[in-house]
């Protein structure tokens, strides 16, 4: 399912980044590869760190060879998140995938991008209150039903399910 879901992000990442001819003026000279943004919330959580920024990194470079990635992490700090998406975005990102620390706050960041015509690609949280070009998420009802029947298969196991008492 992961894998998946890294081939949809990546892939509306790619389709925007090679649609993205109309950026060139802002980019440094010499710099006609495009530029994809990575923008992930924290590290505390393992997944972040260990599976989604490699594995983003890695599908990128196997998609488009000639793409940069711009990688940052927020450490939980909606201010920082901020100072880096403006950043990207004065470097010339052609794309930006933008897992928001704060869903909410995050608005001004991809108005801002739509001002400079970046494609902004919500990763993982829901932005609400603007208007992008995807949203890419895991189906949460399809992980739920996951959880429930693991659940399930576990206890049936032990001999504990369907028995009406809590242990």
Same mark, same amino acid.
């Given at each position: 399912?992961?894998?998946?879901?890294?081939?949809?992000? %990546?892939?509306? /990442?790619? &389709?925007? #980044?090679?649609?993205?001819?109309?950026?060139?003026?802002?980019?440094? =000279?010499?710099? *006609? !590869?495009?530029?994809?943004?990575?923008?992930?919330?924290?590290?505390?959580?393992?997944?972040?760190?260990?599976?989604?920024?490699? %594995?983003?990194? /890695?599908? &990128?470079? #196997?998609?488009?060879?000639?793409?940069?990635?711009?990688?940052?992490? =927020?450490?939980? *700090? !909606?201010?920082?998140?901020?100072?880096?998406?403006?950043?990207?975005?004065?470097?010339?990102?052609?794309?930006?995938?933008?897992?928001?620390?704060? /869903?909410?706050?995050? #608005?001004?960041?991809?108005?801002?991008?739509?001002?400079?015509?970046?494609?902004?690609?919500?990763?993982?949280?829901?932005?609400?209150?603007?208007?992008?070009?995807?949203?890419?998420?895991?189906?949460?009802?399809?992980?739920?039903?996951?959880?429930?029947?693991?659940?399930?298969?576990?206890?049936?196991?032990?001999?504990?399910?369907?028995?009406?008492?809590?242990?």
């Amino acid at each position: 399912m992961r894998a998946r879901w890294f081939v949809a992000v %990546l892939t509306a /990442a790619a &389709v925007l #980044a090679g649609g993205c001819g109309n950026n060139a003026g802002d980019k440094p =000279a010499g710099s *006609d !590869a495009p530029t994809i943004a990575l923008f992930l919330p924290e590290s505390k959580t393992t997944r972040y760190e260990a599976f989604d920024r490699p %594995l983003f990194e /890695a599908k &990128v470079k #196997a998609l488009c060879a000639a793409c940069k990635v711009l990688y940052a992490n =927020a450490d939980q *700090d !909606a201010a920082k998140q901020q100072q880096q998406v403006e950043a990207a975005l004065a470097q010339g990102a052609d794309v930006l995938v933008l897992d928001a620390v704060d /869903a909410g706050a995050v #608005a001004s960041l991809v108005n801002q991008a739509k001002q400079k015509k970046v494609p902004v690609v919500a990763y993982d949280r829901l932005i609400s209150g603007i208007t992008y070009e995807y949203y890419v998420s895991f189906d949460n009802v399809r992980v739920g039903e996951m959880q429930g029947q693991a659940l399930l298969d576990a206890l049936n196991k032990t001999g504990k399910a369907g028995s009406g008492r809590s242990s």
